[in-house]
């Protein structure tokens, strides 16, 4: 079992940051391909970013290209998610989550554990 329990959500106007983090405990971490996915009301959950156990490769979501990046600190069993530009469309609830799957996984399916989510609200 892996726990993750997410960090850092919160309120920002737009144009603004936040850096979310992800706190890991449990099996070892560092084998696992991270994600980080968010929800917006009504809608389903989306892959945002991911990174690969080794943090060699990462993989961006065409919406947050050029203004998020995933990070991790397997050392500190902490993953994170820094977010620059952020826009209204970026609210949600941002999830991470630990895969045991080879290499960039960007299915939803393919997580393993997720962590309960913390709220990302960008005001105009």
């Known amino acids: 079992q892996v726990q993750l329990v997410e960090s850092g959500g919160g309120l920002v106007q737009a144009g603004g940051s936040l850096r979310l983090s992800c706190a890991a405990s449990?099996?070892?971490?560092?084998?696992?391909?991270m994600g980080w996915f968010r929800q917006a009301p009504g809608k389903e959950r989306e892959f945002v970013a991911t990174?690969?156990?080794?943090?060699?490769?990462?993989y961006y979501a065409d919406s947050v290209k050029g203004r998020f990046t995933i990070s991790r600190d397997n050392a500190k069993n902490t993953g994170y998610l820094q977010m620059n530009s952020l826009k209204p469309e970026d609210t949600a609830v941002y999830y991470c989550?630990?895969?045991?799957?080879?290499?960039?996984?960007?299915?939803?399916?393919?997580?393993?554990?997720w962590g309960q989510g913390t709220q990302v609200t960008v005001s105009s």
């Open positions: 449990g099996r070892t971490f560092s084998r696992y391909t």
């Open positions: 990174i690969t156990w080794g943090a060699g490769s990462t």
């Open positions: 989550a630990a895969s045991a799957g080879l290499g960039i996984v960007r299915d939803v399916r393919e997580y393993n554990y």
